[in-house]
Every structure is written in structure tokens, then in C-alpha cells.
């Protein structure tokens, strides 16, 4: 008996919850993004067009949509919200990535590059460590002016972390050096990289945390010919 209470129940509940859902209403609505023109729209992760652009929705009373855009080179970190009820155009927010202008993809960042001074004069070069330690740490600190870490002896060096500041989002790499294992001198160079973004321009300015930082491929072009200079140099 208790049984059949509970698909009665089950079954007026059911019943209840058609009776009373929000009726869906086909509606037109136009999305552009500013202050960067022309980005792709997703209307709840659905893509939609190229803004501007004007589709036809399916929309309930009482709910709540979500637009946001994208565009190469441009900060989507925005959500602009919208029901049946908007009457104007849906502004979505998109605004200019100064981080990716400023910076380039390479295949250096957060990758270890074997440098080995023998290679263009033979297994039978002669290295003079001493020499080409400083050569190192000269040309390693003509961009990367603070040296957190510095040991002659065991042929290791690490730049502090340089950080630049964006509006949305800041930056920091460093350079790290060591010695290779071989008998002959050769050394490892990686360029860290690292970046977060903010969605409040204030968060940029303030301090930012270690683990909020996550690598990525993009560096700066200074910071990169640094290690190909030493490349060229040895």
C-alpha cells in the first residue's frame, strides 16, 4: 500500500510540474560585443554568429540566459546575462588582450633547450669554463637584471622572476640554467612562463598569489632572443 502512495505521489508531483512550467517563447535577440567589434557569440555555450548578429531563442519565463564572446587576441572573460524580457541589443563585454600584443608563441617557454658548445667545433673543442661562465651570466643579465640564484661550482644560475603588469591579467618569467651531465661542458637553458587573468582590472595591480599562475607558451620577444643569443654565442 505504501508502495502505491509513493507512485500516486510521484505521479501529481510529475503532473504539478507540467501544469505549472514556464511557458517557452520564441523571441528575437541581437548580441554585439564591445569594445571589441566582431567577436563569436555563444548564447548558453551554443556558438550563435559573428556579432553583430541576430538569431531567434527559445526562451522561458523566469530564466535566466548567458552570452559571452571570443575573437583572437581579445579577453572573453565576461558573462552578460539576458531573459524574454531584454528589449535592446545584448551587449556583451570583450576588451583587448594587451598580454598576447606584447608577446609571441615559441616553442622555449617551459621547455628545457640543450645548448652544447661543441657542436659547431667538434667533440675535440676546448671549453674554458671559466670564460664561458661569464659570458653566460653577461649575457643572461643584459635582460634579466636580478639574479635570484647564482653558483659558479655547481654551473647553475636563475634569473628572479621579471613581472609584467597588464590591465586583465600579468605576466612573469625567468631563466633557468644548469649543466648538462655529459662529460664535456654543455648546459640546459628554460624560459618559465607563467601568466594569470583577472576579470577586475584592481586584482592586476594587487599582489597575486604563486598558485593562481599557470604556464603559458606565449613570451616576450627579449626574453626569447635571449636564449637564442646564447645559442649563437656558443
Do not use: C
Not at 502505491?4 to 535577440?29: N, Y
Not at 634579466?144 to 586583465?168: G, H
Request: proline share 3%.
Amino acid at each position: 500500500m505504501a508502495f502505491r502512495h509513493g507512485v500516486a505521489a510521484s505521479a501529481v508531483l510529475a503532473a504539478a510540474s507540467l501544469f505549472f512550467s514556464s511557458p517557452a517563447w520564441a523571441k528575437k535577440f541581437t548580441f554585439d560585443t564591445e569594445p571589441v567589434t566582431q567577436g563569436r557569440v555563444f548564447v548558453n555555450d551554443q556558438f550563435v554568429g559573428v556579432a553583430p548578429v541576430t538569431v531567434d531563442l527559445k526562451v522561458f519565463s523566469g530564466r535566466v540566459m548567458k552570452a559571452r564572446a571570443e575573437k583572437e587576441g581579445a579577453l572573453g572573460l565576461w558573462t552578460t546575462e539576458f531573459t524574454k524580457d531584454q528589449k535592446q541589443t545584448v551587449m556583451i563585454r570583450l576588451e583587448e588582450d594587451e598580454a598576447i600584443k606584447q608577446t609571441v608563441i615559441s616553442e622555449v617557454a617551459n621547455r628545457w633547450q640543450t645548448i652544447d658548445p661543441t657542436a659547431t667545433g667538434g667533440p675535440g673543442k676546448n671549453i674554458d669554463e671559466g670564460e664561458a661562465w661569464k659570458k653566460i651570466v653577461s649575457i643572461v643579465t643584459d635582460n634579466f637584471r636580478e639574479i635570484e640564484q647564482l653558483d659558479r661550482a655547481s654551473f647553475y644560475l636563475r634569473s628572479a622572476w621579471k613581472v609584467r603588469r597588464f590591465t586583465y591579467s600579468v605576466i612573469r618569467s625567468r631563466l633557468i640554467i644548469k649543466r648538462g651531465v655529459t662529460t664535456q661542458l654543455t648546459f640546459k637553458v628554460e624560459l618559465e612562463s607563467q601568466i594569470v587573468r583577472f576579470t577586475d582590472s584592481r586584482r592586476a595591480l594587487e599582489v597575486v598569489r604563486d598558485d593562481w599562475f599557470a604556464e603559458t607558451p606565449r613570451v616576450f620577444p627579449a626574453d626569447r632572443d635571449t636564449i637564442q643569443i646564447l645559442r649563437d654565442q656558443f
